[in-house]
């Protein structure tokens, strides 16, 4: 395929990043994949991708003092191990990429669905995430254990974003607004870039160690993505985020249903 073509994906996926601030993952693997792109590549490509492209988000949070370390790495306590023991569980139990495939479209089907899932009912979790621990049992028992419930959500993230490339990024935020109500929504989102950054790194790297990234890919990408990231941002203002996300929401889900039954 031409490379033009790419670098208008990248673009377009730029653009709708700084739109709606919804992590390229869940809108680069499914677009590469249609282009017919295989699911190895294109999730190792697209991990890298997201590592180098929300590396200058973290830095602008960390400068605006938006990153809570400690949350981080909790968070990285349970990601970091479990994504290099994905690794070597694709790398070892299995004798080629195709061998695996399967695995990760299942993956990358169920976390779009959780993406989807947590842009739709945002609201809601934003609710859950204001309830008082007086009003809410549930919340209090959250609020006692959540070092705990942290690692182990980390955990999580660490298999699941390695197998799909999706969900470091709006599926982390749904899980920190579960887990930490005294934080502020922009301590929330800054947190979970820095902690995206790391994974998606380790686990970028390992599928580069496997063969899954291709470099030429990823560069034209890069290219048509960051100009558009820019604009993008700087037009979100504009936009009616409570229409845009549901929507995106919505298609992230019919898309899941797609990978996980194909």
Same mark, same amino acid.
């Given at each position: 395929m031409n490379d033009v073509v790419f670098v208008l994906a990248g673009a377009l996926v730029g653009f709708c990043v700084g739109l709606t601030g919804v992590g390229g993952g869940s809108l680069m693997?499914?677009?590469?994949?249609?282009? &017919?792109?295989?699911?190895?590549?294109?999730?190792?490509?697209?991990?890298?991708y997201a590592s180098i492209t929300k590396?200058?988000?973290?830095?602008?949070?960390?400068?605006?003092?938006?990153?809570?370390?400690?949350?981080v790495l909790?968070?990285?306590?349970?990601? *970091?191990?479990?994504?290099?023991?994905?690794?070597?569980?694709?790398?070892?139990?299995?004798?080629?990429?195709?061998?695996?495939?399967?695995?990760?479209?299942?993956?990358?089907?169920?976390?779009?669905?959780m993406t989807g899932l947590s842009l739709v009912f945002k609201k809601r979790l934003q609710a859950f995430h204001d309830a008082s621990p007086r009003s809410n049992q549930f919340r209090a028992y959250i609020n006692q254990h959540s070092t705990f419930f942290t690692v182990l959500m980390g955990t999580l993230l660490g298999v699941l974003v390695t197998l799909s490339s999706v969900g470091a990024g709006a599926f982390g935020v749904m899980i920190l607004l579960a887990l930490y109500p005294k934080f502020?929504?922009?301590?929330?989102?800054?947190?979970?870039?820095?902690?995206?950054?790391m994974l998606t790194?380790?686990?970028?790297? &390992?599928?580069?160690?496997? =063969?899954?990234?291709?470099?030429?890919?990823?560069?034209?990408?890069?290219?048509?993505?960051?100009?558009? *990231?820019?604009?993008?941002?700087?037009?979100?203002?504009?936009?009616?985020?409570?229409?845009?996300?549901? *929507?995106? =929401?919505?298609?992230?889900?019919?898309?899941?249903?797609k990978f996980m039954l194909a």
């Open positions: 693997t499914p677009l590469l994949l249609m282009m &017919g792109i295989p699911p190895q590549t294109a999730i190792g490509t697209d991990l890298l590396a200058g988000g973290a830095a602008v949070h960390q400068k605006k003092r938006n990153i809570n370390w400690r949350v909790l968070l990285a306590a349970g990601s *970091i191990p479990f994504s290099f023991a994905t690794v070597m569980a694709l790398k070892f139990w299995f004798e080629d990429s195709n061998d695996y495939k399967a695995i990760l479209t299942t993956a990358l089907g169920f976390m779009l669905l502020a929504t922009i301590e929330i989102i800054g947190t979970d870039v820095a902690h995206a950054v790194l380790v686990a970028g790297l &390992g599928h580069l160690s496997m =063969g899954n990234v291709d470099l030429h890919l990823l560069a034209l990408l890069l290219i048509g993505s960051l100009p558009a *990231i820019f604009v993008g941002t700087h037009l979100s203002s504009s936009m009616p985020e409570k229409i845009i996300q549901p *929507i995106l =929401g919505c298609t992230l889900m019919a898309l899941s249903f």
